[in-house]
């Protein structure tokens, strides 16, 4: 972003949608808020089939955006090749506007965990995740996005904040980010600090991507309440008031809403799309969509 609320990458200032196969003939239809999409890129690695035609008629009609999932960035392990090797294939056909993995790890001793695990910020995982992200961008020609992770656990290890160290990230490798503002808003609560304090001190001059999405609410051992990120709910008012100031000081971006467990039917979907659309400030956007916050 240039602060102006234009975009290089080729993805409109405005809300996106993650592509789900039951949403296929809405998005085609169009009359809705949804101006891109956004795919897992580990669920189309394959050869053909329906799913890659399906994908194909979508590139067609909306601009698409790659959100990877499996490439374990903080991993102490190095990055598997040939993991590396499809994503390459599968960027080198879709041809997305943006690309972006996590700030997180998911091997371990050669196993693959189903989940997004957060690491120390220190001095050794900095180099490690500098290097990795150097790898991803060398391997794929391109530079990518990072994305600040939800926090359920602080780490003794660790020796600057996670603003500070993707701030540092950013610097060594030239690499643009993604800012998740559920992620922030889950992070602060299960660690008991201000969202609000956060975004101030994030790097918002270098953020390409916006994230918002649900979360579930749980208790912890001790019956405190603990936040997790699940993809399955609306957006809450808190994250969309965290999201307005973000809107209010980096002016319109592109902003993806994630819903990827118990999806719902394309007009829940499409609501939120709408409410972020006003937000935004964009032409035209309904004023009478509202989201159910949960």
């Known amino acids: 972003m240039d602060g102006t609320g234009r975009n290089p990458s080729g993805i409109p200032p405005a809300p996106g949608v993650g592509y789900k196969p039951q949403h296929h003939d809405a998005l085609l239809a169009g009359g809705h808020e949804a101006a891109w999409v956004e795919i897992h890129a580990e669920n189309y690695m394959g050869d053909g089939g329906p799913a890659i035609s399906r994908l194909a008629a979508i590139r067609e009609a909306l601009p698409v955006s790659c959100h990877g999932v ?3 960035i903080g991993g102490e392990r190095n990055l598997d090749r040939k993991h590396l090797a499809r994503l390459r294939a599968l960027v080198d056909w879709l041809r997305p506007s943006l690309f972006s993995e996590h700030l997180a790890w998911s091997t371990h001793e050669g196993g693959f965990l189903n989940d997004l695990l957060p690491l120390p910020y220190n001095a050794t995982t900095l180099s490690r995740v500098a290097d990795h992200v150097d790898e991803v961008q060398n391997a794929l020609g391109r530079k990518m996005l990072l994305e600040n992770p939800s926090n359920y656990v602080s780490f003794a290890e660790t020796t600057m904040s996670e603003c500070e160290f993707l701030e540092e990230i950013v610097s060594r490798t030239g ?3 993604l800012l998740d503002i559920n992620n922030v808003f889950v992070s602060a609560a299960n660690q008991r600090f ?12 270098r953020v390409e991507e916006i994230h918002l999405g649900g979360h579930e609410r749980d208790e912890d051992e001790t019956g405190s309440t603990l936040l997790i990120d699940s993809h399955s709910r609306p957006v ?8 307005a100031h973000v809107v209010d000081r980096m002016g319109a971006t592109p902003t993806l809403i994630e819903w990827d467990n118990e999806v719902p039917e394309w007009a829940a979907l499409a609501a939120e799309a709408a409410r972020a659309a006003r937000i935004l400030g964009l032409p035209n956007a309904p004023e009478h969509a509202q989201a159910t916050a949960a």
Request: net charge negative.
């Open 175 to 177: 690499c643009g980010l």
């Open 194 to 205: 201000e969202a609000m304090s956060y975004i101030e001190s994030f790097p918002l001059h």
């Open 70 to 72: 499996g490439l374990s």
């Open 236 to 243: 809450v008012d808190p994250v969309w008031e965290l999201y």
